[in-house]
């Protein structure tokens, strides 16, 4: 024991390429082995959304541990992996990455769900508006508005509630 060498104490810390995912590339209990599937029957095409998850029972294709957990854009397809560009922050900048990952380490995003919901329910309101003659339906998105106001009615007397003035005890 040399006590002026005080590095020879500390371990080192591991920077490989999964280091620190014991977690994040772990499957659920209860959901071990091998991907189901439907994991390789669903077809995705240039444009369409993913989420870029993961999975720990397969080792070849995998993303880095940065893109697990990110939506991208399907750009490129090929046999066994789809090309996924992604946003990633580089401190004051966005960064368009593109990666290659294999179709098991993705699924179907539904992050544009709601969009398209509401496009096809303002289509619907715009065809019937036209249908009825009227000049144009309002389509944008409101925040909550205030509540309108009304009047309270009351069968008895409202009693008036005042605060007790401070007395001092001692």
């Not at 995705?44 to 720990?56: A, L, Q, T």
Request: hydrophobic share 30%.
């Amino acid at each position: 024991f040399l006590p002026w060498v005080t590095h020879l104490d500390q371990m080192v810390h591991s920077k490989g390429y999964r280091a620190r995912t014991r977690h994040l590339f772990a499957k659920p209990f209860r959901a071990h082995g091998p991907p189901k599937v439907s994991t390789y029957l669903h077809t995705y095409r240039v444009g369409d959304y993913v989420d870029i998850k993961g999975d720990g029972s397969v080792h070849k294709g995998m993303p880095h541990k940065y893109y697990v957990g990110k939506t991208g854009r399907v750009w490129n397809v090929t046999k066994r992996a789809l090309g996924v560009e992604v946003n990633k922050t580089v401190r004051w900048r966005v960064l368009r990455k593109r990666i290659h990952v294999r179709i098991e380490h993705v699924a179907p995003s539904r992050c544009r769900e709601d969009f398209i919901k509401r496009v096809k329910e303002n289509a619907r309101l715009k065809k019937e508006a036209i249908q009825k003659g009227e000049k144009r339906t309002p389509c944008k998105r409101l925040p909550a508005q205030p509540r309108s106001g009304h009047t309270v009615h009351v069968k008895e007397g409202v009693e008036t509630v005042h605060p007790v003035p401070f007395e001092n005890m001692l």
